[in-house]
């Protein structure tokens, strides 16, 4: 019997005259393509500096339903005509290189594989892989400068042969799921920037500076007391002050657009504020990757209002500290960013495939939580997620608990309790795009705990928190926006040391032609993980894993424990369904 697989893995067949290629010409799957099937096109031959790749497999992202929605109108594409200028869909990908451009012989050679970071920069302009550059459903394709040779240099990396297709697809989803717990949020005043501090005249407290005093240009101050007011001018020396007093909220976006051009400032600190809403209006002027340093020893007399979307995708991070030392609020130690070691975490809509992928972290992380609840109002999706990850759990010596919070007659944070001896959760990851869900997980929270915004809202999506524990306990707000070449480099060192299996992600397959439906599929949540897809299999449609052991025992025999997708299932789907050319 022939092994078509080692001929397809040593790319011991002809390369074929054309691939089949999914391009998208307007907005809908219904322009995907044409008549519903993907067209012919010539393969071309790489220029002096690019590479002609094979598509190994393709994973189908939530992501992409944004970019079907609004077609040339999506931000990365920049109002394209699509009919002149088609793009496609697919920044999950692994490839292998088939030829190699003259210039590019001592970077690269024929057979090596790759995986892609999509979130690409070039000549200072935001691209991406999938989006402006078109994506990975197709068999064969040219990548060049704007791939490899962008601003931050080639934004492909190396993928072992150890590591499956599939799973070399899945480090870049996996990749912005592990990003979420790096520290994103700058923890220390600018270098350079701009403080604003902001007191209230009545308060006589004696504080300090320690750290930090000497970074920002210039320095407002308003309603300082006297004595820090002469602490500043003895320490910040190498800063423009300037005092500002009285202002009222109704004076502040003036006052920003005046010294700021409306930017904001880059480090606000607020003394000993009393009124959430002056903390709410203070928020507004926040600057992109800008902290907001909260330091009092009682509590706001109500919630503030944040904007969820500037947490996610602007990196606002709110400090705090009770100390009369304001820069004990900054840095590492003070605002932890990973789940808590042995603690308590709350996955919130977990049963999707990016929620699966922060449910099985916290679970496969043997220095994450010990008890893992997590949270989906979908029951079906919620069985799928018990099944997956209760074995798992188990084998690791950790708990964990599906809980549907419409179904229940119980509040999940009653529940929480009851599995935590009274007590509420160290952390709450939410994985769904929806405020009021952003806004009651902080309730779930112990004082010092931490509140996780995986899911993005628009900018100027506001909810309402309690930031005192922020100062009085060290909460923590953290928010996360995609992933980076290192992100991912470091999900693929976690793959071939077994601490991570993306393959658990898996939920169903397809060859080329079930592209359009595996995309239709995942509009309409009908598996709970991952849809791959491999644009060299023929003739295979879209299957979930479960569904294998009727339709395709043979690959079926060759899957993990509990449906698993492995790499030895991918090696028998190829056996069973590539010819080569």
Not at 345 to 372: F, N, S, W
Not at 455 to 477: C, F, K, M, W
Request: aromatic share 8%; net charge negative.
């Amino acid at each position: 019997m022939t092994d078509y697989f080692d001929r397809y893995q040593d790319l011991e067949y002809p390369l074929p005259a054309e691939t089949l290629a999914w391009n998208m010409y307007a907005a809908g799957t219904e322009n995907i393509g044409r008549d519903g099937k993907p067209e012919l096109f010539p393969i071309p031959q790489p220029g002096d500096d690019q590479l002609l790749v094979r598509v190994d497999a393709v994973g189908l992202c939530f992501s992409d339903v944004k970019l079907l929605k609004l077609g040339g109108n999506h931000a990365k594409l920049y109002n394209r005509d699509l009919v002149k200028e088609p793009t496609r869909v697919g920044h999950e990908a692994s490839f292998t290189i088939i030829k190699v451009g003259k210039n590019l012989n001592d970077i690269y050679h024929r057979g090596q594989r790759l995986a892609i970071q999509p979130d690409i920069y070039h000549n200072q302009r935001s691209t991406a892989y999938g989006y402006t550059i078109p994506g990975g459903l197709i068999q064969y394709h040219l990548i060049g400068p704007e791939v490899l040779n962008a601003d931050d240099g080639a934004y492909v990396l190396p993928v072992e042969p150890e590591i499956g297709y599939a799973e070399a697809a899945l480090t870049e989803p996996w990749a912005c799921v592990d990003a979420a717990y790096t520290q994103r949020r700058r923890l220390e005043p600018k270098p350079g920037g701009t403080m604003w501090i902001i007191g209230s005249p009545d308060d006589e407290t004696v504080y300090t500076f320690s750290v930090g005093l000497d970074a920002p240009s210039r320095i407002f101050l308003t309603d300082v007391s006297v004595a820090f007011k002469s602490l500043i001018y003895q320490e910040a020396t190498n800063s423009e002050i300037i005092t500002v007093d009285s202002l009222t909220s109704q004076d502040f976006e003036a006052f920003s657009e005046e010294y700021t051009g409306g930017k904001g400032f880059d480090d606000i600190i607020l003394l000993a504020p009393a009124s959430a809403d002056l903390v709410s209006e203070v928020g507004k002027l926040i600057a992109f990757r800008g902290t907001l340093n909260i330091v009092g020893q009682n509590p706001l007399d109500g919630t503030v209002s944040v904007d969820a979307g500037r947490l996610h995708y602007h990196y606002t991070a709110y400090l705090g500290t009770s100390s009369t030392d304001i820069s004990e609020a900054y840095g590492e130690v003070r605002n932890r960013c990973d789940l808590k070691p042995g603690g308590v975490a709350v996955i919130i809509g977990a049963g999707g495939p990016m929620g699966q992928m922060h449910v099985q972290r916290a679970v496969e992380d043997k220095d994450g939580p010990e008890l893992i609840i997590a949270t989906e109002i979908n029951d079906l999706r919620l069985q799928v997620l018990e099944s997956i990850i209760s074995p798992l759990a188990k084998s690791r010596g950790k708990r964990f608990y599906g809980f549907n919070p419409e179904s229940s007659t119980q509040p999940l944070a009653e529940f929480v309790k009851e599995k935590n001896g009274g007590m509420l959760a160290d952390d709450a990851v939410v994985c769904v795009p929806v405020a009021s869900l952003m806004e009651s997980s902080a309730s779930l929270l112990k004082p010092d705990g931490m509140l996780v915004f995986f899911a993005g809202v628009p900018v100027e999506t506001i909810i309402r928190i309690d930031l005192s524990p922020l100062y009085l306990h060290n909460l923590q707000l953290t928010g996360t926006s995609g992933s980076s070449l290192e992100d991912q480099k470091i999900v693929m060192q976690k793959t071939l040391s077994g601490k991570l299996n993306p393959n658990r992600s898996v939920a169903a397959i397809g060859g080329m032609e079930a592209a359009v439906d595996g995309l239709n599929a995942m509009m309409s949540n009908e598996y709970a993980g991952k849809i791959i897809i491999f644009p060299q299999v023929s003739g295979l449609p879209l299957t979930g894993l479960d569904q294998l052991h009727d339709q395709y025992p043979t690959i079926a025999a060759a899957l993990g424990e509990n449906n698993l997708w492995t790499s030895a299932a991918e090696k028998a789907m190829i056996n069973a369904f590539w010819r080569g050319a």
